[in-house]
């Protein structure tokens, strides 16, 4: 069985942590997880490129994450940091471990010396033994793309990165518009679309739908593979009770004029969504399509994640199983 999902940051990686728990404790042989990470969050910093998406992704799947952040590296030391904000660096709202700082460090010299982001992450994949579980670790591009905000102080308008708006301001700034450079000239990672075309299953984590799914789905071709995949596309809704378990999603739909309701972002994949899983605060009307399911959501746990990651991937063969010819 070969499985595509697409994930941003915390929410996709606890998700995915949660599926492949569920893969191993039922014993599925033979599955292939190949998950495409958003890129529109990157940043540079100190002379670094720093990938926030994917390296969530690496640590949580390869054991290694701060569990009470659900971002950056367990057992962390901030030398560096303390040193830099001495020395008068900035910024300093952007919090980097000592170890982390060796994943900037690593990756930053590779693309220096020419070496394609997707290469790059999966040496950095291997590293954390994503492979010997299945698992290959895609980004969106290797194209550099950042995610600006378009913010209102007072009288001032002006774009600031993403992770500025979310980090420093905690997405408190009025937000009129995201705007991604660099994402129209972008094309898909060696891998991508094959992975979309080829999967028996694509599924979508409750990863943020304007910021990191919705970045994904606008690199050239994703959304139009999605459109004509033969394989049942399904989502979880990043919403419980209307309101995100973390994070600010909802003041990002907001922003794009979406209202906060698991209905609401089903809307924004309309075009290419088969089944949809809910939480039960969050009931939706009946649809033929997507088809709707409802459940608790909250990932409290890893077997709790697990046990929304198989009823996601069970609705998924379940709508695949309708499509094959008797």
Sequence with gaps: MRITALAGGVGGARFLRGLLHHLERTRADRTELTIIGNTGDDITLFGLRVCPDLDTLLYTLGGGVHETQGWGRADESHHVAEELAALGATPTWFSLGDKDFATHIYRSQLLGQGMPLSEVTRLLASRWGLPQRGVSLLPMTDT????????????????????????????????ERFVVAGLDRATPAPGVLDALRGADVV????????????????????????????????????????????????????????????????????????????????????????????????????????????????????????????
């Design 203 to 326: 599924l979508l984590p409750p990863s943020n739908p304007v910021v990191s799914i919705g970045i994904i789905l606008g690199v050239p071709g994703v959304r139009d593979a999605l459109r004509g995949s033969r394989a049942p596309v399904v989502g979880v809704s990043p919403l419980v009770g209307g309101r995100p378990v973390r994070g600010h999603a909802d003041v990002c739909l907001q922003t794009i004029g979406v209202d906060s309701t698991s209905a609401a972002v089903a809307g924004l994949y309309a075009d290419f969504l088969d089944g949809w899983l809910v939480d039960e605060s969050d009931q939706m009307a009946g649809t033929s399509r997507p088809l709707v399911s409802a459940r608790p959501l909250l990932m409290s746990s890893v077997e709790a994640a697990a046990d929304i990651a198989g009823a996601a991937l069970d609705l998924g063969l379940s709508l695949a199983s309708k499509d094959t010819p008797a």
């Design 144 to 175: 550099p793309v950042e995610t600006h905000v378009v913010v209102t102080e007072g009288e001032r308008t002006r774009a600031i990165h993403f992770q500025e708006w979310w980090v420093k301001h905690r997405a408190a700034l009025p937000a």
